[in-house]
């Protein structure tokens, strides 16, 4: 069978490699998966660069259980699913057959498409880690009560991309209030996602930060949280400036989390209290965060109250990974994941 791996020199330039392998067999609580779609992420690229080692490629997939390790409960082969590859291990999403854990798995009905279920586990996951662990927010399943879950002024720092727009659908789903996001060119998407009679709001970075600021302020206000400023941030980007914006529009003892490692966490006020979100480490670290997430993601995803994220799917099933990855270092990339139907290449 094949399976891809990708390494990033450091002038940016990606070379996938394709590897002929046997077939993966599972550990005992592990699912191998004929895999049907592949979505890629934003650290398909980022890490190899950053490691400057080689990766095997892709983490987000959907397709067919092949066979099931001796301790695998829940699921049998046949049946459709979605899962989160373990970050860093053989047998990747983008393969003939994906090796993953049984906690980082979901299954689907057969309303749901392979291309879009392999748009939710990574970053489904990643809002759920930081909503829910790092910011310590109410979960969707707890009773909705008076201050946790009204004026909560949650501030979602890139809303259109995949992982902030998760974060948008499942602080909705919580009953969290009023959402404020920033977003460039996937404002009219972002706004699709909220509830502008409950407050939510939308501003555009592209306007510059002061506007980013006050729009934020102004949303608040208009919220009705009291000074403008916000008790929760998710900082989906980490960069351009974000940390820095946010720190402005924080109330005194805020929490925020951000995507990627402390660049100094910017300027915060004394008593802000900041984390890492990380969701590449759940399978390993926390097994059982990642158990109830998933399953409730595939849920939610099953009943029509989560949708997956929009997609675009690039042609040549494995030989498209490339220019998908390209796409996404070039920035190319709005309100959308990048979608390869590994399952149609041609070869396999
Ligand atoms: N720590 C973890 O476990 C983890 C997990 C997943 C992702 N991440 C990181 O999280 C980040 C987002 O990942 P993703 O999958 O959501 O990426 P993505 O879907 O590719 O995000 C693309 C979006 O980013 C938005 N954007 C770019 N610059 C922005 C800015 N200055 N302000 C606001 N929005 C901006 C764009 O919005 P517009 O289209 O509106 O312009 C675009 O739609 C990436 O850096 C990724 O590496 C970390």
Known sequence: MKQLTVSVSPTQDVTINTHDTDPPTPGSTDLIIKVMTAALNPKDWKVPLWMTSVHPLGDDLAGIVSTVGSDVVDFAPGMRVAAFHTVGTPYPAYGEYARVPMHMTFALSD????????TVPLAGLTAAVGLFLRLG???PWKA?????????????????????????????????????C????????????LDEEKGDAVVDYREGDEAVVSGIQAALREAGVGD???RYAFDAISGDGSQENIARVIAPGARVTHVHPPGGYGDYLEGTETSNTLAGDIALQNPDFGFVWMRYLGRLVAEGKLQGHPFEVIPGGL???????EM????????KKIVHQIGNTGEM
């Open 111 to 118: 309303k749901t498409t392979w291309e879009e279920a392999c």
């Open 137 to 139: 927010l109410p979960e």
């Open 144 to 180: 909705a009560t008076g201050e946790e879950k009204e004026k909560t002024g949650l501030v979602v720092y890139g809303a259109a991309g995949a992982v902030g727009a998760f974060v948008v659908k499942l602080a909705r789903l919580a009953g969290l209030t009023p959402i404020v």
């Open 182 to 193: 920033v977003a460039g060119k996937g404002v009219p998407f972002v706004r699709s996602l």
């Open 228 to 230: 403008g400023k916000a």
């Open 319 to 325: 030989d498209g990974a490339k220019e998908g990855l």
């Open 328 to 335: 996404l270092r070039d920035g190319k990339v709005s309100a």
